[in-house]
């Protein structure tokens, strides 16, 4: 499954079903960009079991701002439309993958 990109508009619907890695992120954030490949990494190998969200901060403060998103990259796991887990900052694909097996 690809990464979507998600606005304020579509977050709810990304969001609304299964297990989903939400991270939000901005272009100019180093750690955001360190991570983005690893996303890619969980994405190949949970990709049928997990669906991953990118919100852009900058341009959906809406949503940012909603969930208490101070320090960037954050990562919320949601479930089935609620949060039920998060991470804040770079995270190896391991310790992505050992959080998102605790929900599938």
């Known amino acids: 499954m690809a990464i979507v990109n998600a606005t304020d508009q ?3 619907t990304e969001t ?3 297990v989903t890695l939400v991270d939000f992120w901005a272009p100019w954030c180093g750690p ?3 991570i983005a490949p690893v996303l890619e990494e969980v994405d190949q190998e949970m990709g049928d079991k997990v669906k991953i969200v990118k919100v852009n901060v900058d341009e959906n403060q809406e949503t940012a701002s909603k969930y208490g998103v101070m320090s960037i990259p954050t990562l919320l796991v949601f479930k089935d439309g ?3 887990d998060k991470t804040v900052g770079f995270q190896p ?4 993958v050992q959080l998102l097996q605790q929900h599938v």
């Open 10 to 12: 579509t977050f709810v």
């Open 16 to 18: 609304s079903t299964g």
């Open 32 to 34: 955001c960009r360190m």
């Open 82 to 84: 609620n949060v039920v």
């Open 93 to 96: 694909k391991e310790a992505l």
